[in-house]
T-cell receptor, first 112, second 114 residues
Framework: KAGVTQTPRYLIKTRGQQVTLSCSPI?????VSWYQQTPGQGLQFLFEYFSETQRNKGNFPGRFSGRQFSNSRSEMNVSTLELGDSALYLC???????????FGQGTRLTVV | TQLLEQSPQFLSIQEGENLTVYCNSSSVFSSLQWYRQEPGEGPVLLVTVVTGGEVKKLKRLTFQFGDARKDSSLHITAAQPGDTGLYLCAGSSRGSSNTGKLIFGQGTTLQVKP
């Protein structure tokens, strides 16, 4: 069974630009969560989607948004990038909301 | 607000030593997971414990869920350099109608020196 696939693996963007990250969950998993990980802050929860609906949201500004498609694939978007948005962005899929999470390899975003 | 506190935050030991990592909360969880993460990669699920008092073993790793389902521990026997990484605990509290939260601890960075 294929694991969670995140694309791209690495991304370099300029301040003020926007970025879209993609996540394909494990087949049959309907819940997708997104996390931001930085050395100083650890793993910070962004949001969780189940059946195309956002079920949970973390404490991030409105520049961070996401969506989930009918095939459970998910995208997250960050607009007006700031230097502090540089981080490893992780996607995790679960069978249902807030159960065992299976992570992708992450997308390393660098904002310059 | 539900919180999971892990201790210690950093641990540097010699190969062959034993160690224990703790994960504590004042909240009750329906299940608790342990993950290991290597630099630049996503966390990998090691184990899920569900029942209060449950003990699970994975080779040299022993995981225990507290009787009240508020805390957990990870014990590694005879640590090896391959055990080096970031260990994360996560507590799951599920609500109704597909709601709930997965709360992560801050992580324990383990370095095992040869």
């Amino acid at each position: 069974k294929a694991g969670v696939t995140q694309t791209p693996r690495y991304l370099i963007k300029t301040r003020g630009q926007q970025v879209t990250l993609s996540c394909s969950p494990i087949s049959g998993h309907r819940s997708v969560s997104w996390y931001q990980q930085t050395p100083g802050q650890g793993l910070q929860f962004l949001f969780e989607y189940f059946s195309e609906t956002q079920r949970n949201k973390g404490n991030f500004p409105g520049r961070f948004s996401g969506r989930q498609f009918s095939n459970s694939r998910s995208e997250m978007n960050v607009s007006t990038l700031e230097l502090g948005d540089s981080a490893l962005y992780l996607c995790a899929s679960s069978l249902v909301v807030s159960t065992e999470a299976f992570f992708g390899q992450g997308t390393r975003l660098t904002v310059v | 607000t539900q919180l999971l506190e892990q201790s210690p935050q950093f641990l540097s030991i010699q190969e062959g030593e034993n160690l224990t990592v703790y994960c504590n909360s004042s909240s009750v969880f329906s299940s608790l997971q342990w993950y290991r993460q290597e630099p630049g990669e996503g966390p990998v699920l090691l184990v899920t414990v569900v029942t209060g008092g449950e003990v699970k073993k994975l080779k040299r790793l022993t995981f225990q869920f507290g009787d009240a389902r508020k805390d957990s521990s990870l014990h590694i026997t005879a640590a090896q350099p391959g055990d080096t990484g970031l260990y994360l605990c996560a507590g799951s509290s599920r609500g109704s109608s597909n709601t709930g939260k997965l709360i992560f601890g801050q992580g324990t960075t383990l370095q095992v020196k040869p």
